[in-house]
């Protein structure tokens, strides 16, 4: 697959197990700040609860470096491991869940935690609605002054970002292009252009 889904909304979820109830949150997150910053207004938002469990794939579900995940203060990994592992089987990304505990005065043991904070997430999954989000990787374009009007005209029509524009003798655009529609783009940019565009793609490693 070359997207990966992402929630549209913040998705909501109640499960109640042995007097325990246990409340997940999900919502889209771009980025490690974007995850924490949601993972904190969940904690003022249940102040009283006994525990704000959490995952997050802030980013591509490919990128470990922006996976994480906390117990805090369930037994260690009886929370934010299954939830995170949860989150690892369903193409998801940018993506932040919160699972809530009001501690009911039974203990669940450490096999029905796991299961309890997988059921959690894996329900409010179930029922989220969903956005398709392509990677995108960076190009750079440069043209003349006069060619520029009609190449932005074609990129706001089309699925390529805009990062950047520096004016230099031509003027350079920093792109974030969709791999799998890229090669058509650049065609049509070449032959826009007649040829006077000069494109610049990051190498892979």
Same mark, same amino acid.
């Given at each position: 697959m070359d997207y990966y889904l992402s929630p549209i909304r913040e998705q909501g979820f109640e499960l109640e197990i042995k007097n325990s109830l246990f409340i997940t949150t999900l919502r889209r997150t771009q980025g490690r700040e974007q995850a924490k910053a949601f993972i904190e207004e969940i904690k003022a938002r249940y102040p009283d609860?006994?525990? &704000?469990? =959490?995952?997050?794939?802030?980013?591509? *579900?490919?990128? @470990?470096?922006? =996976?994480? !995940? $906390?117990d805090d203060g369930e037994p260690k990994g #009886?929370?934010?491991? *299954?939830?995170? &592992?949860?989150? !690892?089987?369903?193409? /998801?990304?940018?993506? #932040?869940?919160?699972?809530?505990?009001?501690f009911g005065g039974i203990k669940l043991g450490a096999g029905?935690?796991?299961? @309890?904070? $997988?059921?959690? /997430?894996q329900e409010a999954l179930d029922q989220a609605e969903w956005s398709e989000i392509y990677p995108r990787? *960076?190009? #750079?374009? $440069?043209?003349?002054y006069s060619l520029l009007g009609k190449v932005e005209y074609y990129l706001a029509n089309s699925d390529i970002e805009i990062v950047e524009k520096r004016y230099n003798e031509d003027i350079s655009l920093d792109? @974030?292009?969709?791999?799998? #529609? =890229?090669?058509?783009h650049k065609t049509d940019l070449v032959n826009l252009c007649q040829g006077n565009i000069h494109i610049t793609e990051t190498n892979k490693e």
């Amino acid at each position: 697959m070359d997207y990966y889904l992402s929630p549209i909304r913040e998705q909501g979820f109640e499960l109640e197990i042995k007097n325990s109830l246990f409340i997940t949150t999900l919502r889209r997150t771009q980025g490690r700040e974007q995850a924490k910053a949601f993972i904190e207004e969940i904690k003022a938002r249940y102040p009283d609860a006994n525990h &704000n469990c =959490w995952a997050f794939i802030a980013g591509a *579900p490919n990128n @470990a470096h922006l =996976w994480d !995940q $906390s117990d805090d203060g369930e037994p260690k990994g #009886t929370a934010g491991k *299954p939830m995170l &592992n949860v989150l !690892q089987h369903g193409n /998801v990304g940018e993506i #932040t869940a919160v699972v809530t505990r009001y501690f009911g005065g039974i203990k669940l043991g450490a096999g029905g935690l796991v299961r @309890a904070y $997988s059921q959690a /997430v894996q329900e409010a999954l179930d029922q989220a609605e969903w956005s398709e989000i392509y990677p995108r990787v *960076p190009a #750079t374009i $440069s043209v003349s002054y006069s060619l520029l009007g009609k190449v932005e005209y074609y990129l706001a029509n089309s699925d390529i970002e805009i990062v950047e524009k520096r004016y230099n003798e031509d003027i350079s655009l920093d792109l @974030a292009v969709i791999e799998r #529609t =890229w090669a058509g783009h650049k065609t049509d940019l070449v032959n826009l252009c007649q040829g006077n565009i000069h494109i610049t793609e990051t190498n892979k490693e």
